[in-house]
């Protein structure tokens, strides 16, 4: 079953504007990483946060965790047009080893 | 370094046919996984292998689905027989463990059944 659901399933947005997927987990986490996957591609790993930090930035990323509410966030400010892809969380769960979960994902399109 | 290297990139195939998909994962990963990918079940872990050992195999749909791992430079996963419900990119993925488990995706095989 998958852990993580990313919300909303699809996103549509004009290039310049800013895009906020969310995830939401149902048990531990010790991480929680970001995927993205362009069409025809595997996917490739973006950022990661653990359970013990709330916000972390890379680029022009910003993830965000809140274990209370099992909810991570992932913002791509200043969106372009090759940032369209679909965008995966996926868990790493406390005893679970190394394997990871992945949620649905999130189709991001962003138009020229 | 080239990354998980996966052949082939596209496989078509007839019902009944054997069908073996090939990994290597990148150098230096004590961890290499198998996935699935359709539109329909998303992505779908399917086995995972730690320092070449079969840790989690309780994804494999059935037994017509098998997964070796004889060094830590190489893997196979086959189908025998295989069925068109099995049409699906199959992704390999190797990671260097502690401490982010972040995994490192080949570029999938796309397996069509005819």
């Known amino acids: 079953s998958q852990q993580g659901e990313e919300d909303p399933q699809a996103l549509s947005i004009q290039e310049g504007e800013n895009a906020t997927m969310n995830c939401s987990y149902k048990?531990?986490?010790?991480?929680l990483q970001w995927y993205r996957q362009n069409s025809g591609r595997g996917l490739v790993h973006l950022i990661l946060i653990r359970s013990n930090e709330r916000e972390k930035h890379s680029g022009r990323l910003r993830v965000t965790l809140d274990t209370s509410k099992k909810s991570s966030s992932l913002l791509i400010t200043a969106s372009r047009a090759a940032d369209t892809a679909s965008y995966f969380c996926?868990?790493?769960?406390?005893?679970?080893?190394?394997?990871?979960?992945f949620g649905g994902g999130t189709r991001l399109m962003v138009k020229p | 370094d080239a990354g998980v290297i996966q052949s082939p990139r596209h496989e078509v195939t007839e019902m009944g046919q054997e069908v073996t998909l090939r990994c290597k994962p990148i150098?230096?990963?004590?961890?290499l996984f198998w996935y699935r990918q359709t539109m329909m079940r998303g992505l779908e872990l399917l086995i995972y292998?730690?320092?070449?050992?079969?840790?989690?195999d309780s994804g494999m749909p059935e037994d017509r689905f098998s997964a070796k791992m004889p060094n830590a430079s190489f893997s196979t996963l086959k189908i025998q027989p295989s069925e068109p419900r099995d049409s699906a990119v199959y992704f390999c993925?190797?990671?260097?463990?502690?401490?982010?488990?972040?995994?490192?995706f080949g570029p999938g095989t796309r397996l069509t059944v005819t």
């Open positions: 048990t531990s986490i010790n991480n």
């Open positions: 150098s230096g990963h004590n961890s």
């Open positions: 996926a868990t790493d769960h406390n005893n679970a080893g190394n394997m990871l979960t």
């Open positions: 292998f730690n320092n070449n050992v079969p840790i989690d």
């Open positions: 993925a190797s990671s260097p463990g502690l401490p982010s488990y972040e995994q490192y």
